[in-house]
């Protein structure tokens, strides 16, 4: 039973580029939320996928937007990256998306803007 | 507004030594949820409990135990006889909207 896993492992991009970011869900899981955890801090919540819609978001700009796919996985896109996006990024998924349920969170990606 | 407070930026201590760290929130909620996870230097955070806040009974899973007070709002995690495996970061978390505390690193000397 595979569980979340993300795509790409690091990446480096500079300042105003723009950036995707992959992640499928543990099996059976088919909501998806998205955190972003700078060096030292604790992860903080970007935004919840349910049903192919966006259904909650954190307090991140416009820059940041995603997608989820019939198949439950998801996409982060960060557009004209900033040197504070450097981040690893974390996903999560949940059987539901309530409240109640259990976050389970896969290996990250490290995004590096120089 | 909810928050989570890990006042514990850092910790060490000497392997067999039994550790706690403490976990304070806010929220106006009534029904929230409590969760505590692990990140070791790999980067991914492991799922280590949930607690519901309409049960307080205090938990016990080999090593580890959760001490839940919500009449002073904290969710404190004790580990018993510490080993070397057990030194990461570990964080709390407040549901409804996932709050996360900013973590106490716990380092485990041999």
């Known amino acids: 039973d595979a569980g979340v896993t993300q795509s790409p492992t690091h990446l480096i991009k500079t300042r105003g580029q723009q950036v995707t970011l992959r992640c499928s869900p543990k099996s059976g899981h088919d909501t998806v939320s998205w955190y972003q955890q700078a060096l030292g801090q604790g992860p903080q919540f970007i935004f919840q996928?349910?049903?192919?819609?966006?259904?909650q978001r954190g307090n991140f700009p416009d820059r940041f937007s995603g997608h989820q796919f019939p198949n439950y996985s998801s996409e982060l896109n960060v557009n004209a990256l900033l040197l504070g996006d450097s981040a690893l990024y974390l996903c999560?998924?949940?059987?539901?998306?309530?409240?109640?349920?259990?976050?389970?969170f896969g290996p990250g990606t490290r995004l590096t803007v120089l | 507004a909810q928050k989570v407070t890990q006042a514990q930026t850092e910790i060490s201590v000497v392997e067999k030594e039994d550790v706690t760290l403490d976990c304070v929130y806010e929220t106006r909620d009534t029904t929230y949820y409590l969760f505590w996870y692990k990140q070791p230097p790999s980067g991914e955070l492991v799922f280590l409990i949930r607690?519901?806040?309409?049960?307080?009974q205090n938990e016990i899973s080999g090593r580890y135990s959760w001490n839940f007070q919500k009449s002073t709002s904290s969710f404190n995690f004790t580990i018993t006889a510490s080993q070397v495996v057990d030194s990461a970061v570990y964080f709390c978390?407040?549901?409804?909207?996932?709050?996360f505390g900013a973590g106490t690193r716990l380092t485990v000397k041999p």
């Open positions: 996928y349910y049903e192919e819609e966006e259904r």
């Open positions: 607690r519901n806040s309409f049960d307080e």
């Open positions: 999560a998924s949940s059987p539901l998306a309530g409240a109640a349920d259990t976050q389970y």
């Open positions: 978390a407040l549901k409804n909207d996932m709050r």
